[in-house]
């Protein structure tokens, strides 16, 4: 169960990436430690939408490498 803190600093962080896209959110909250799972309820939407935005945003990263 999450804590009255930890829900705080969620509400907090999702404030501040108002008017952000859903890709960039996904990645925020998951260089910050969430899981696919969490990132999902967060933003009210599926772990599968989460980890395909995810994969892509890493297959772009690879693709810009080379």
Do not use: C, H, W, Y
Not at 2 to 9: F, G, H, I
Request: hydrophobic share 40%; charged share 30%.
């Amino acid at each position: 169960m999450e804590s009255r803190s930890e829900r705080l600093l969620v509400a907090l962080l999702l404030q501040s990436m108002k008017g952000t896209s859903q890709k960039d959110k996904i990645i925020q909250l998951n260089v910050a430690g969430f899981s696919n799972i969490e990132i999902a309820e967060l933003l009210q939407t599926s772990p599968r939408v989460v980890a395909q935005r995810l994969f892509e945003t890493r297959k772009k990263a690879i693709k810009a490498r080379r």
